[in-house]
């Protein structure tokens, strides 16, 4: 039977979130703080990470988005009419 290596996380808060988060592992039917706090920080750190992986997915999105980058085309009509209303239009560009 594999046995799975721990280490401890020491965490410091407010008597006000411990008994906010004591409340809601109830709720949510967890067995103890440090499994509710375990399952929230997964959840976040897999939300966080599933963003960044999706961000630019696939090869050919890298590949336009940093040449775009380091490449841009010159300005449209559109743009070029946008930065002169917005008094920022420079008359070399």
Avoid: C, Y
Wanted: aromatic share 10%.
């Amino acid at each position: 039977m594999p046995t799975t290596e721990t280490t401890r996380l020491d965490l410091r808060i407010s008597q006000k979130q411990k008994i906010f988060f004591e409340q809601v592992l109830e709720i949510g039917g967890f067995r103890s703080l440090t499994d509710f706090m375990i399952s929230a920080a997964s959840e976040k750190a897999e939300e966080i990470m599933e963003k960044h992986n999706n961000w630019l997915a696939s090869e050919n999105d890298r590949r336009l988005f940093f040449e775009t980058i380091f490449n841009p085309p010159p300005p449209n009509a559109k743009l070029k009419e946008a930065m002169h209303k917005h008094g920022k239009f420079k008359t070399d560009v």
